[in-house]
């Protein structure tokens, strides 16, 4: 797993990418590719991701992936992005897993397979990744290549347990609905004011017909446990 650069480590990072080392090439490349601590410039992105992608650099192969995958400073190729993300996933590493999922899935650049899409999801969300978790938990709900939401929920647990505010409401919707979980209109209820909180937009249509079958003790309960959730997480 590559280094994450910090404004500490971002010159150290630079010059041992400078004298070759692959892992600090691809990580460079994806702080200009994020914008995190340098600007973003795609175009010293795709210098350094190249330079780390040809020595066989997971993050520097994934970069490459995402280059092409928005066309971020050359043209859009969604085959020329799914065939670096399948070497990034090749080597086991996360973000090339995710997103070659993400384009199996939608057929973007490869087959259309929801079945392998599920398999990366798993593969990624089962190294912590909760975009992974969420879209392996979105697949076991709907029977999208697989089936079977009381896994789903497990699964949206632990993105929600991430601050993902899409599977806070994915996990509010299942308590809300009693599937895969026990109905639970109070936990429904707190995991659509967390997801609200962070931003999620489609949260408050879900939170109004579950506090409106709730007492106000219970809306009560739920507002104090969404409120002790925030503050734990901001620790």
């Known amino acids: 797993m590559n280094t994450k650069v910090t404004g500490t480590n971002l010159q150290a990072t630079l010059k041992a990418a400078q004298?070759?080392?692959?892992r600090a090439q691809g990580t460079i490349g994806l702080a200009y590719l994020e914008g995190t601590v340098t600007v973003h410039d795609f175009d010293l992105a795709l210098k350094w991701s190249t330079l780390a992608a040809k020595q066989g650099d997971p993050q520097g192969e994934a970069n490459m992936g995402a280059l092409y995958y928005h066309g971020w400073g050359m043209d859009r190729d969604w085959n020329a992005a799914a065939r670096w993300y399948q070497r990034a996933a090749d080597q086991g590493?996360?973000?090339g897993l995710y997103n070659l999922g993400v384009l199996t899935q939608n057929g973007h650049g490869i087959k259309r397979d929801a079945a392998q899409a599920a398999a990366l999801y798993r593969a990624a969300a089962e190294q912590g990744?909760?975009?992974g978790q969420n879209n392996i938990g979105h697949l076991l709900e709907t029977g999208s290549g697989v089936e079977q939401v009381a896994e789903a929920a497990k699964w949206y647990q632990k993105a929600a347990n991430?601050?993902?505010?899409?599977?806070?409401?994915n996990l509010a919707n299942?308590?809300?609905?009693?599937?895969?979980?026990?109905?639970?209109?109070t936990m429904a209820a707190t995991w659509y004011l967390v997801a609200q909180h962070n931003g999620d937009e489609d949260a408050a249509d879900g939170l109004k017909p579950v506090v409106a079958e709730l007492?106000?003790?219970q809306t009560a309960e739920a507002e104090a446990a969404a409120k002790q959730w925030l503050q734990k997480a901001r620790q």
Do not use: I
Request: charged residues 25%; negative net charge.
């Open 19 to 22: 004298d070759g080392d692959a």
């Open 93 to 95: 590493f996360v973000d």
């Open 129 to 131: 990744h909760r975009f």
């Open 162 to 169: 991430q601050n993902l505010a899409v599977a806070q409401r």
């Open 174 to 185: 299942l308590y809300a609905a009693g599937s895969g979980v026990k109905k639970d209109l």
């Open 215 to 217: 007492t106000p003790e």
